[in-house]
């Protein structure tokens, strides 16, 4: 009686935890920080010496494992099937570099404001996008195109909607100082970063260098941090590592259909990154009132890609609506529907497009694009999802964006410890040794049977 009665009272804390969480967010928006309400200092804000899940460490670089480095590549052979290797994958950084990356992510004192950070266009419970037609900037200007996924962009050798990035590097730098995105200097974000109480000391480890913190040091650790984006434990696939069972009817019909030669998705959505990598001109309409994007064609020499864009991945899809560069389509079946209306059918009058030959008109039926919405729905994996960081070392907030996130990560994790709690007074088990309280330290014991890892660093 008495151990039933501890942990019906330990129940009612995890309540109070909730609601205690749930308010922390908005208090610290408001100013307050944790030492405001303990008495206490954080603790000093370290990186982790630990790869992330799904990386090895060899030689204090983090190396990719996952079970498709053990198929064929496809070297020019055609679609492939489900035991298919993946492209080659940006990797090598050091554990620091990318725990550094991460801070950096998601720190507002990388805009102009000190209110946006590079989180705010790629949210993590968006897949790494933000849910909008076009992303706004620092200052509420109107993006020109949406932002995408940033889940497996190590392995993209072309970058942004336009394809003008060949690097991650290259592509770090973009958003941070264009006018309607960051809005930032790199004059001040040097002077600012420089001028903290924390970076000097994190960026000197991260690069185990001596002096002040330099542009490529910082679009390094950015690019570090987004090439450990890695989602490649979906049903999809178990299904392609040879487990049946994780696909249901409708889905294998939707891949088929997928796959097939009527529709064609996977000669330009080719697994398993789901992107050939290419620039495409598909004719995708515009918003009403927008003009037309000429996308890659901005000069005499890509004429011939006017209107193209970068075929996307499609890992996550079902996260990251609406669709297209501009936001056109508001979910997966109109995205598929556009590809059944036929070869050119949104072409604006007055422009002469030259179609990718892929596009035709397969002339698919509701079924059929239904079945397929339902396939890109197996492409959904967050399992590696990284943790926010609980502090930044700006002393910012995080952007208003994830702060929900963030309430919603330490509910969780205040919750678990109070069930863990109160089943160990119930059974009078010791708390250290319930398994709620074990400490995964690798992707098997987490669930993630199709990633081996080295294991989950201890993040801040």
Not at 36 to 47: C, R, T
Not at 251 to 278: D, W, Y
Not at 318 to 328: N, Q
Not at 440 to 445: I, K, P, S
Request: contains cysteine; hydrophobic residues 40%; charged residues 15%.
């Amino acid at each position: 009686m008495k151990s039933w009665l501890s942990l019906a009272l330990l129940c009612c804390a995890v309540l109070c935890q909730f609601a205690a969480v749930a308010a922390a967010p908005r208090l610290a928006g408001a100013g307050f920080t944790s030492e405001d309400f303990s008495g206490v200092a954080p603790a000093p804000i370290q990186l982790s010496t630990q790869c992330p899940p799904s990386f090895e460490l060899v030689d204090q670089q983090c190396k990719l494992v996952n079970l498709y480095q053990q198929y064929d590549s496809l070297q020019n052979k055609g679609v492939g099937g489900t035991k298919t290797a993946l492209p080659a994958a940006r990797d090598g950084f050091s554990p620091q570099q990318i725990d550094l990356g991460r801070f950096l992510f998601f720190d507002p004192l990388l805009s102009a404001n000190k209110q946006q950070a590079c989180a705010s266009c790629h949210q993590p419970d968006k897949g790494f996008a933000d849910g909008k037609a076009v992303s706004t900037g620092a200052f509420g200007q109107q993006g020109k195109r949406s932002a995408p996924t940033l889940w497996n962009v190590g392995f993209l050798q072309k970058l942004f909607w336009d394809g003008r990035s060949p690097s991650l590097e290259q592509q770090a730098a973009g958003p941070l100082f264009a006018p309607d995105e960051m809005a930032n200097t790199p004059e001040k974000l040097l002077h600012d970063l420089n001028a903290n109480a924390v970076y000097p000391r994190l960026f000197a480890e991260a690069f185990a260098t001596a002096g002040p913190i330099e542009l490529p040091q910082i679009v390094t650790a950015l690019a570090a941090f987004q090439s450990s984006l890695i989602s490649l434990n979906s049903r999809y696939d178990h299904y392609a590592h040879g487990f049946h069972q994780a696909l249901n009817e409708t889905e294998i019909k939707g891949m088929n259909v997928f796959r097939s030669f009527v529709a064609r998705c996977a000669e330009c959505h080719t697994p398993p990154l789901f992107t050939n990598q290419q620039i495409a001109v598909i004719g995708t309409p515009e918003p009403e009132g927008k003009p037309f994007d000429v996308g890659a064609g901005t000069t005499e020499e890509t004429a011939k890609l006017r209107g193209g864009f970068k075929v996307p991945t499609l890992r996550n899809v079902a996260l990251t609506a609406p669709y297209m560069h501009s936001g056109r389509f508001t979910n997966l079946e109109e995205a598929a529907e556009f590809y059944s209306k036929g070869r050119g059918h949104a072409v604006p009058k007055g422009e002469k497009l030259l179609l990718h030959w892929h596009i035709w008109e397969p002339k698919l039926s509701a079924a059929e694009n239904q079945q397929i919405a339902a396939f890109l729905q197996t492409l959904t994996d967050q399992s590696l999802t990284p943790q926010l960081p609980q502090q930044l070392p700006s002393g910012l907030p995080l952007p208003a964006e994830v702060r929900p996130q963030q309430a919603s990560e330490q509910a969780s994790q205040q919750t678990q410890q109070a069930i863990s709690q109160a089943a160990a007074l119930a059974t009078n088990e010791p708390l250290h040794g319930h398994p709620l309280q074990t400490t995964h330290q690798n992707g098997l014991q987490r669930g993630h049977p199709h990633q081996t890892t080295q294991s989950a660093k201890a993040q801040n």
